[in-house]
């Protein structure tokens, strides 16, 4: 039976040492799972708004934050960062309308502006800047759609890094605000009917009450005419008997036909709806109607549609379906599945454009219609490179590269000639050439062969002492390939080594590599993790006490899980806005749609599965765990803080160590999208601060 109101705990958690915790009560809560008890006695601090949490937040928060401002050094670690970061970046741009679209961000502005420009040479002009939407520069813009006659954008805006979006409408050319306005709207985008008189979008109800925590049910299709309140909007489609289900609504580039792509959660499977419009009685044939693949759609031409699938092929392939013969015995192969894993596509000049990882990293492939190989984009290196989008008419496209020692580059592609062009390559005050970039491969528990990318200054002594920051993911299909990161760079001039395992569960391998690392497989994941961590000290990287682990959302719960396996393994560990309860994830926002990857403890099975790993629920009192800090916000409303907070406590009261076991609270924030550049800045001086300490690195 659960008892929703813990009692106070007469004895305060106070440890030995420096660092006198918060008081933490511990409540009497017990569930009872297919037979087994399980105590939650902090389940009072999932409420966020209640004046205990409250009250227990600005305590931690009390500790935490003086802790990192005395760590010596930690000012001139600021000063470099704002340095380093204090340098242009521009999105890839893309065209539309006649028209040039692209963010830009001088150095230290909050949030990015986006621009338009009739010419690449010529001086742009502002679209949307969030910077003037709030003082502090926590209203972030979430994503934005222009009209196919080039005449609006539709654009929505994010506050203090919530999922929620607001949607609104602008001019272009006049900068003018319509007066549209939609609200409610999370997990969707806008896209333009082919006449620009308006819209399709997806939104959920409005929540009674604790938006921020709230289940995310019964998600509608809507179509938003131009200069109509939202109550006017149109439902295009909804599945009431379905309340998991989600919808994004696209059209096709000639405007002939409307698509519903069905989703239902985060596993990698989606239906495939779609009608005729010149057809004004047309109803919403299914074109897949099987909940088994991954179906993405990437162009039609005519009354054949060329989809991106794992259909038959878990590396990726590329099909083509007539809306004529739709039957699946009639589905045509036009790129078959490769040793390489295939992420995307787009067709541009009559010809496809395949982005593939090999080993993790880029390679750009160029097919025709046919399915044949013509040539591949040659990249700058083993790195990350994304863009190639357009129109199938389009004589020219854009694409962003980027590696470990390497800042975002954009460069302007001649799709006839096949020639790239540097279009913006940003000035940052670092030396890539003085860093060494390897990629290792390391067997498992069970003996699969992990790759991992390793990097650190050049003639580096292996000597097993230098400071290591192992970072991983490990879950939902997500592939980390390489990327340049501002707080990375400062790590490795500090001497330090950056370790990113490409753990399963991830999409590195495809479907298959995925599959291995989810509901009963979940431990593969762990097991991935400590062998990338035991590899490391095996081969002279690093030790055990300058080891530091790392990981956010699906990442933190890595962290926290192996953190509770093996505290023995690592000096310090940082679990950021981690899922810390895996017994009651499902039951907050859109955390019933990650039972795809979990499973869920309504299942005995997978039950015995969570409880197993479960951070929050294996924590043993009277271990010494790594110095932690467990970092979440108080706006986050994809996981809520209310995991870190349990976790914390729960850790502050097993915690057998006089080494700090802290949590960081940033308020104002959110899971992480849409920090403004200063938040972010004092983040990553606090985390670089925090490992300095734990792994007794020297600051200059």
């Known amino acids: 039976m659960t008892k929703p109101d813990p009692k106070p705990d007469p004895t305060p958690v106070v440890k030995a040492g420096k660092y006198p915790y918060p008081n933490a009560k511990r409540g009497d809560v017990v569930d009872n799972y297919h037979g087994t008890s399980v105590a939650d006695p902090y389940r009072w601090l999932e409420n966020p708004d209640s004046a205990e949490t409250k009250k227990w937040i600005a305590a931690q928060n009390a500790i935490t934050f003086p802790f990192l401002k005395a760590v010596p050094g930690r000012d001139k670690l600021s000063k470099r960062l704002t340095k380093l970061w204090n340098y242009e970046r521009f999105g890839t741009p893309y065209k539309k309308g006649g028209r ?18 009739k010419s690449l040479k010529a001086k742009p002009k502002v679209l949307l800047d969030p910077n003037t939407l709030s003082k502090d520069g926590t209203v972030a813009l979430g994503g934005y ?73 019964f998600q ?115 790129v078959a599945q490769s040793k390489d894993t295939l992420r995307g596509a787009n067709i541009l000049g009559r010809k496809i454009y395949a982005n593939y990882m090999k080993d993790a990293y880029s390679a750009i492939r160029i097919f025709n219609l046919k399915g044949k190989l ?59 050439s003085k860093y060494a970039v390897k990629q290792v491969f390391f067997k498992s528990k069970d003996g699969t062969k992990v790759p991992m990318f390793i990097t650190h200054k050049k003639g580096l002594k292996l000597d097993g002492k230098n400071p290591t920051f192992l970072y991983g993911y490990g879950g939902f299909n997500v592939s980390l390939t390489p990327y340049f990161s501002i707080r990375s760079s400062v790590w490795l001039e500090l001497g330090g080594v950056l370790a990113i395992p490409n753990l399963r569960g991830g999409g590195e391998y495809g479907e298959e590599w995925h599959q291995q690392g989810i509901k ?8 991935d993790f400590i062998g990338a961590a035991e590899w490391l000290i095996s081969n002279k990287y690093t030790s055990s006490p300058k080891l530091a682990i790392a990981g956010g959302s699906n990442g933190g719960l890595l962290v926290g899980a192996v953190m509770a396996q093996r505290p023995e393994l690592f000096g310090a560990a940082l679990p950021a806005v981690g899922v810390m309860d895996m017994l009651r994830f499902h039951k907050f926002t859109i955390g019933w749609a990650w039972v795809d990857d979990y499973g869920s403890s309504a299942n005995p099975a997978q039950f015995k599965a969570l409880h197993a790993y479960s951070p929050y629920h294996n924590l043993k009192k009277g271990t010494r765990y790594p110095t932690t800090m467990v970092t979440t916000a108080d706006h986050d409303d994809r996981v809520v803080p209310g995991h870190s907070f349990k976790f914390a406590a729960a850790l502050q009261h097993a915690h057998a160590g006089d080494n700090p076991v ?39």
């Not at 038959?312 to 590329?318: D, F, Q, T, Y």
């Open 374 to 432: 013509a040539k591949e984009v040659k990249l700058p290196g083993i790195g990350s490179a994304g863009g190639f989008g357009g129109r199938r008419n389009a004589k020219e496209t854009f694409y962003s590269y980027t590696s470990y020692t390497t800042p975002g580059q954009i460069y302007h592609y001649n799709v006839r000639t096949g020639k790239s062009t540097l279009w913006r390559k940003p000035k940052v005050d670092f030396d890539g």
């Open 100 to 117: 040039y679209f692209y963010s830009h961000n001088s150095g230290l502005q909050a949030q990015s502006i986006v621009y338009w420009t």
């Open 520 to 527: 009963l497989k979940k431990q593969n994941v762990f097991d």
């Open 662 to 700: 802290l949590i960081r609270i940033q308020v104002k924030a959110g899971h992480g999208a849409g920090k403004p550049t200063k938040m972010r800045i004092a983040e990553a001086a606090d985390v670089l601060a925090f490992l300095s300490r734990a792994l007794k690195m020297p600051l200059p």
């Open 220 to 334: 509608k299709v809507y179509y938003h005419k131009l200069g109509t309140p939202q109550s006017a909007d149109k439902v295009i489609y909804e599945r009431p008997d379905k309340k998991k289900w989600g919808f994004g609504a696209f059209v096709s580039d000639d405007g002939r036909y409307l698509f519903i792509s069905v989703w239902k959660g985060t596993g990698n499977k989606n239906l495939i709806y779609y009608k005729d419009l010149r057809r004004k009685k047309a109803k919403f044939t299914p074109l897949v109607d099987k909940w088994e693949n991954n179906f993405s759609f990437i162009d039609s031409i005519g009354t054949t549609f060329y989809f991106f699938t794992d259909y038959n092929a878990p590396r990726g392939r590329i099909i083509a379906i007539n809306a004529r013969r739709p039957d699946r015995k009639n589905w045509k192969q036009v």
């Open 145 to 217: 759609s222009i009209s196919e006659n080039g005449k609006y954008v539709a654009y929505s805006i994010q506050k203090a890094g919530s999922d929620w979006q607001e949607w609104y409408v602008r001019n272009i050319k006049t900068g003018k605000q319509l007066s549209d306005k939609i609200e409610w709207v999370k997990f969707s985008s806008a896209r333009w009917s082919k006449d620009s008189k308006g819209f399709y979008y997806s939104r959920y109800p409005k929540p009674k009450n604790a938006a921020l925590r709230k289940a995310n049910f």
